[in-house]
């Protein structure tokens, strides 16, 4: 979030200084701090003049290259990016979405490799106690398999597909042309949603269960327990039989 804040003071003077002379602020129009500020937070774009130290292993500021007439020059009064500020801003969502996208597809293809075409991984959900009698025929396995051969091209187009997106937005970044790769972006993150739902289609359909209508109880009886539950009722008949009164000898 990002919250904008104008004040009264058309010119005030700030701690800067520049050639002896101290900074003033309009902040009556903070468009500057604005642009600035979401450009940080949504882009990740910092100054100029903040640099990295090793030896104090922080950022400190290094006010030789607070340089440009950009938001993020302290120094000057100009609002609009840079052409170099707009390229660190393509290039940076460009290896957002290429991670995001990397990772959802190894995900996808994770979940496809601990699948198993066979019947030891059908599973049967029960709720609340209540079974559900179902018709698992024996040769469920091969009609799986047989099932996933019919979605295998289409796994594999949507796979090629993406990976060639990958090569097609690294080519076009490999040439510096980073607004015409971003434009690639959107229909990258919808074939990479259209793969993983496609995998999690594919997963489903594996697990093909016809049940019926019909729901009972199972109840299943142990004859094991019947002689504790006779040995428990004698003890409680023992314990809690009414007794007869003593007669009272004087």
């Not at 200084?17 to 604005?34: E, F, H, I, M, Y």
């Not at 097609?168 to 259209?194: M, N, P, Q, W």
């Not at 729901?215 to 009414?242: C, H, N, Q």
Request: charged share 20%; proline share 3%.
């Amino acid at each position: 979030m990002i919250i904008v804040v104008q004040s009264e003071a058309a010119s005030w003077e700030s701690y800067l200084q520049c050639n002896g002379r101290s900074l003033v602020w309009d902040l009556r129009w903070p468009t500057k701090a604005a642009i600035a500020a979401t450009a940080e937070h949504l882009a990740g774009l910092l100054p100029l003049h903040l640099v990295y130290s090793q030896a104090h292993e922080a950022a400190i500021e290094d006010w030789t290259w607070s340089v440009g007439c950009n938001p993020l020059s302290i120094t000057s009064q100009g609002w609009h990016l840079s052409m170099f500020q707009s390229d660190v801003i393509a290039r940076s969502y460009i290896v957002t979405a290429l991670e995001e996208s990397i990772q959802a597809v190894n995900a996808a293809i994770y979940r496809l490799i601990m699948e198993r075409t066979s019947i030891l991984s059908l599973t049967i959900s029960f709720f609340d106690q209540m079974y559900i009698s179902c018709d698992l025929n024996r040769n469920l396995a091969a009609q799986s398999f047989k099932l996933f051969k019919t979605r295998e091209r289409n796994l594999v187009d949507k796979y090629n597909s993406i990976v060639g997106l990958w090569r097609r937005i690294s080519t076009i970044s490999g040439g510096l042309r980073y607004h015409d790769a971003v434009k690639l972006l959107s229909l990258l993150e919808d074939a990479s949603s259209g793969f993983t739902d496609y995998v999690n289609s594919t997963i489903a359909a594996l697990h093909p269960i016809h049940c019926t209508r019909e729901r009972k109880v199972g109840i299943e009886f142990d004859l094991t327990t019947i002689p504790a539950f006779i040995v428990v009722f004698v003890i409680l008949w023992f314990v809690l039989r009414p007794r007869r009164p003593k007669p009272k000898i004087n």
